[in-house]
């Protein structure tokens, strides 16, 4: 699994809040994954570094599409890397 960090706004951080509240959770799907990679680039897609997500069922598209923006702040790929970006 891998973490990144992404710099965003308050008011980003509230439309992306507000826009996973109205999905209501995932959607319903075959693979549980799918289902959650939908609502995730549904809420975040058009919004502050995410302004060219689009909405993908696939997770490895959604993470193609997060390491080809090349603006987030930081990565994690184990434990002790998680708690350095954790707390930068």
């Not at 609502?39 to 997770?59: C, D, H, L, N, Y």
């Not at 599409?65 to 890397?81: F, M, R």
Request: glycine residues 8%.
């Amino acid at each position: 699994m891998t973490v990144r960090k992404y710099a965003t706004s308050p008011e980003e951080e509230e439309q992306i809040k507000k826009r996973t509240f109205d999905l209501g959770g995932a959607p319903a799907a075959n693979w549980i994954d799918a289902g959650c990679t939908t609502g995730v680039s549904e809420a975040i897609k058009g919004v502050g570094p995410f302004r060219r997500v689009e909405q993908t069922m696939w997770p490895t598209k959604l993470d193609n599409q997060l390491k080809d923006l090349s603006k987030h702040v930081g990565e994690a790929n184990d434990v002790e890397s998680l708690r350095r970006l954790l707390f930068k």
